[in-house]
Nanobody, 122 residues
């Protein structure tokens, strides 16, 4: 599967953005899709994931603010980000895995899209 993330931009703190992860080849419905982010000088970290059965799971830092969902008819996964904070500033990536459970490590994900920049100003 080939993934492409989009929807990033510049937003003030407290605002909202919706990121999209679309598959140009393959079908996302077969995979668990994870969202990760990487800030300058930091390691890539897990943000949220949605399993093939639409079960969702989140990092503690975004729980209650971010919502991940999938729309198989559009072959896409979304990350709705509300109440954005400056510390959410990062390049955001989506990635696919067929690992069971609730995979949240970059090494557990096999297919990666290019990132989209999210910048939150204070």
């Amino acid at each position: 599967v080939q993934l492409q993330a989009s929807g990033g931009g510049l937003m003030q703190a407290g605002g909202s953005l919706r990121l999209s992860c679309a598959a140009s080849e393959g079908t996302v419905s077969r995979y668990t899709i994870g969202w990760f982010r990487q800030a300058p000088g930091k390691e890539r970290e897990f943000v949220a994931g949605v399993r093939y059965n639409s079960a969702t799971y989140y990092a503690d830092s975004v729980k209650g603010r971010f919502t991940v969902s999938r729309q198989n008819t559009k072959n896409a996964v979304y990350l709705q980000m509300n109440s954005l904070k400056p510390e959410d500033t990062a390049v955001y990536y989506c990635a696919a895995t067929s690992r069971i459970g609730f995979p949240n490590l970059p090494d557990e994900h096999y297919y990666w899209g290019q990132g989209t920049q999210v910048t939150v100003s204070s």
